[in-house]
């Protein structure tokens, strides 16, 4: 039996890899929404494999005609406004939460399977309590925690009336191809920058392919309605051991020029943006000096996926960073 599948964000990092990792299985027939200016060079890939629809998630009238016009066995929902990104808060709350809501309330009345990408981040940049798992209270530290939130909680209550959807939870997702946190760390280290502070600090990021495989998984196996997976690798690292792992995979020895300066310089660096209001900042100084990580318990458990370890695979970044592709 073939399925009829939708994704959303298929142009994006996550959405990118997990089409990768489907577009070939002949069970599929695959739909993807992108938005009208994405440059065609950003799809080209996919040309042959997948019907594309160009929607805008933002443009709630026009999702709404496409999603009462069409039926989808499954939909995978990663599409979303990234936090940092120069959009208003309403451009950020139609793309992040009203389409959300209208992708779960077409989902529920077709009775589709409905697979939705969230973000750790519902925990707060540094979650209350270590490891975050299900129980841990939500911090609405910035806008696009904020919309994940409430998406959530969307998501959620229409379980409650019969909507068959589960929540992915990406931790920080890194590999080849994105520009994010973990790139901009590589960088750092290569160009002699990174600060560290004078405390342990503890990190859970998540493979990009690994992710992908999360996703894909559910292709092929029932979901429980409503349950949410934190997804992340196997454990959590100390910083300073990926920062010399970074170091020695681009200059193939122990590194050198890690420094280490008190915390109090990243508190109060993190003071400063707190007062000019600069989310990405503040997040920037938050994810270097303090601990965050994930219970990931119910996920190996259900899914049966082993992730992986953090080092050696987070190789692919640094050789990446090598390559000098922009």
Known sequence: MVKKILITGISGFIGRHFTRSIAAKKNLEIHALVRPQTASSRLAEFDDQIVFHQIDLADILALRAFLQENTFDQIYHIGALRGGRNFSRQE?????????????????????????????????????????????????????????????????????????????????????????????????????????????????????????????????????????????????????????????????????????????????????????????????FELISKSWYYDIQNTRKDLGIKPPQTIPTFKNVANWYKTGKE
């Open 92 to 284: 950020f709350f139609d793309a992040n939460v009203n389409a959300t809501e209208q992708i779960a309330l077409s989902a529920k009345e077709k009775k589709s399977d409905l697979i939705y990408c969230s973000s750790v981040g519902v925990f707060g940049a540094i979650p209350l309590e270590l490891p975050a798992n299900n129980s841990t209270r939500r911090q609405e530290d910035n806008f696009y925690h904020y919309t994940k939130i409430r998406s959530e909680a969307i998501i959620q209550n229409l379980v409650l009336y019969g909507l068959k959807a589960v929540i992915i939870r990406p931790a920080i997702s890194y590999g080849a191809g994105d520009y994010g946190f973990p790139y901009t760390l590589v960088k750092l280290v290569a160009k002699k920058l990174m600060f560290l502070p004078d405390k342990p600090v503890m990190i859970h990021l998540t493979n990009v392919e690994y992710l992908a495989s999360v996703f894909q998984y559910f292709t092929d196996h029932d979901l429980k309605p409503g349950t949410a997976y934190n997804v992340a690798d196997i454990e959590p690292v100390y910083l300073k051991d990926l920062v010399d792992f970074i170091n020695t995979e681009l200059r193939k020895k122990p590194y050198p020029h890690r420094k280490t300066i008190d915390y109090k310089y990243f508190a109060f660096g993190e003071k400063i943006a707190r007062f000019l209001r600069n989310e990405l900042w503040i997040s920037r």
